[in-house]
T-cell receptor
Framework: NAGVTQTPKFQVLKTGQSMTLQCAQD?????MYWYRQDPGMGLRLIYY???????DKGEVPNGYNVSRLNKREFSLRLESAAPSQTSVYFC????????????FGPGTRLTVL | AQKITQTQPGMFVQEKEAVTLDCTYD???????LFWYKQPSSGEMIFLIY??????QNATEGRYSLNFQKARKSANLVISASQLGDSAMYFC?????????????FGKGTSLLVTP
């Protein structure tokens, strides 16, 4: 039982390049989330998916797209990376109740030069 | 508007002493949940404790307790008998209802350093 996994762990991009961050969970959770963490800012929600086939914008969605490929997988795509997207990206999942804990992946550290 | 406020950017505590990390929140939703997470230097997010808005008693988990004062909209984390391994960033977070997809709103965090 791996929980929430993310790939890659580290990535360096040049401005304008594209890439996809992968996230998978094996807990049969319905909801999945992408957050970014910047120094002094806490974690901010980029996008979430309440169920397979649905996605919604969070607080900071500009410059990102997401795909909920199936119940297990939720990917985050940067179409044209910018230095402002340098951050640590966390994926999380939740079974679907108010009291349930969100389980976080280990994070992806992305640098855009 | 900031929904979660953590006013202490950094805190120091001596080993074996207790420490309180402050958190205030803002919501008009009667049903919400409050969480504390720990983030050590290795970067992972570790769940510590949860308090529901309808819970009558303060939550406790081992050395962690949550001092929930609903009228004041505060949810302070108390760590008793601090250990060197408690040195980390601590984040307070709130989850509101289903309309927000049960996503978490995080505060900016408090950096705790435990000294020998």
């Amino acid at each position: 039982n791996a929980g929430v996994t993310q790939t890659p762990k580290f990535q360096v991009l040049k401005t304008g390049q594209s890439m996809t961050l992968q996230c998978a969970q094996d807990m049969n959770h319905n909801s999945m989330y992408w957050y970014r963490q910047d120094p002094g800012m806490g974690l901010r929600l980029i996008y979430y998916s309440a169920s397979e086939g649905t996605t919604d914008k969070g607080e900071v969605p500009n410059g990102y797209n997401v795909s909920r490929l199936n119940k297990r997988e939720f990917s985050l795509r940067l179409e044209s990376a910018a230095p402002s997207q340098t951050s640590v990206y966390f994926c999380a999942s939740l079974r679907d109740r108010l009291a349930d804990t969100q389980y976080f992946g280990p994070g992806t550290r992305l640098t855009v030069l | 508007a900031q929904k979660i406020t953590q006013t202490q950017p950094g805190m120091f505590v001596q080993e074996k002493e207790a420490v309180t990390l402050d958190c205030t929140y803002d919501t008009s939703d009667p049903s919400y949940g409050l969480f504390w997470y720990k983030q050590p230097s290795s970067g992972e997010m570790i769940f510590l404790i949860y308090q529901g808005s309808y819970d009558q008693q303060n939550a406790t988990e081992g050395r962690y307790s949550l001092n929930f004062q609903k009228a004041r909209k505060s949810a302070n984390l108390v760590i008793s008998a601090s250990q060197l391994g408690d040195s980390a960033m601590y984040f307070c977070a709130m989850r509101e209802g289903q309309n927000s997809g049960y996503a978490l709103n995080f505060g900016k965090g408090t950096s705790l350093l435990v000294t020998p």
